[in-house]
Every structure is written in structure tokens, then in C-alpha cells.
């Protein structure tokens, strides 16, 4: 299992930024693809975004899409994810999660990821 913390999270202004940060440990990190859901009280978590095992290929939802941007770097094993023009709809715990299997596609199926972090609190006030 890889071990994932996430960070970064706050309050922030409607159409600020902010830029989450996960940390793995415990696998080879540069081996699976990586993706980032948020969850609303009362609500499912949804996909936001994914990125694959080199980083050229990204996916995110039709929400965030030309707002945020996922990126990664393998020689640190970090995950992050720049959320630009933040709205209030996007307040909500932002959790990173690692794929369960080795050397797979970029996916936006939450039960693709075995792995999750505790998650970070996104406040946006409008």
C-alpha cells in the first residue's frame, strides 16, 4: 500500500487560487497513476482530476476543466493539483488516491484507486 498526504487546503476568495500537495511513500510512486476526488457533505465523492505515470496524459472533470491543473513529479513522489478561479462550488475535501494496479491508464473510476489520503478541507467563501 502507498502511504498519501495531502496538503494545502484552506479559505481562500471566490476566483483565488490555491495548489494542493500530496506526498506518497510506500510504493514506487512513478509506477501508477495518480488522481484527485473531493467530497461534499451529504454528497458522493466525485472525480476532479487524474494524471498518468509519466504525467503526459491528464484527465479532469467537465467542472474544473480550464481551471485546475494536476501535475506531477516523479523524482519527489508529489501529486498536485493548482486550482485557479475557485468557486464556491468547489469547497469541499480534496483527497489524493493512488491507482491499485501498476502501470494503468489514467482513470476517473473511483474504484481504480486502492489508495487514499486523509484528505484537505477547501473552503471557498463567495
Known amino acids: 500500500q502507498v502511504q498519501l498526504v495531502e496538503s494545502g487546503g484552506g479559505l481562500v476568495q471566490a476566483g483565488g487560487s490555491l495548489r494542493l500537495s500530496c506526498a506518497a511513500s510506500?510504493?514506487?510512486?512513478?509506477?501508477?497513476?495518480m488522481g484527485w476526488f473531493r467530497q461534499v457533505p451529504g454528497k458522493e465523492r466525485e472525480f476532479v482530476a487524474a494524471i498518468s505515470l509519466s504525467g503526459r496524459t491528464t484527465n479532469y472533470a467537465d467542472s474544473v476543466k480550464g481551471r485546475f491543473t494536476i501535475s506531477r513529479d516523479n523524482t519527489k513522489n508529489t501529486v498536485s493539483l493548482q486550482m485557479n478561479s475557485l468557486k464556491a462550488e468547489d469547497t469541499a475535501v480534496y483527497y489524493c488516491a493512488a491507482h491499485t494496479i501498476p502501470r494503468r491508464a489514467v482513470s476517473s473510476t473511483q474504484t481504480d484507486f486502492g489508495s487514499w489520503g486523509q484528505g484537505t478541507q477547501v473552503t471557498v467563501s463567495s
Open positions: 510506500g510504493r514506487t510512486f512513478s509506477s501508477y497513476a
